[in-house]
């Protein structure tokens, strides 16, 4: 949402309702901070069946959220975490999966679990 409100050029009645929506139930006023949710969790990867401990963004902690937990290593070194950080990019080089098309390439998938 954040980042929707920032790529969309000007303020008017889109941002405005962004900005109502956070509000209502991602604002702290007493932090006057946003709310951001990450639950740790290890799920078997559904590409290849290993299990694997990151991230996931909400309440029912079905899926590692590859993405979300590539971001918290980003935050775990910035705060000088590096052992915390290294731990999770370990667990994220369990699911680099060579492409289909083309084995000289490999990537990760989004989550452990297909999102549908």
Do not use: Q
């Amino acid at each position: 949402m954040v980042d929707a409100f920032n790529a969309v050029k000007g303020y008017d009645r889109f941002h405005s309702r962004i900005l109502a929506y956070l509000k209502a139930g991602y604002w702290d006023p007493e932090r006057k901070a946003f709310l951001a949710w990450m639950f740790i969790t290890t799920k078997a990867a559904s590409i290849n069946g290993t299990e694997v401990t990151g991230f996931c963004f909400d309440l029912d902690h079905d899926s590692v959220w590859l993405e979300g937990t590539g971001e918290m290593i980003v935050a775990y070194r910035s705060a000088g975490e590096d052992y915390t950080a290294d731990f999770y990019i370990r667990e994220m080089e369990k699911v680099i999966s060579p492409s289909a098309k083309d084995p000289a390439l490999a990537g990760l998938p989004y989550a452990t679990t297909p999102c549908v």
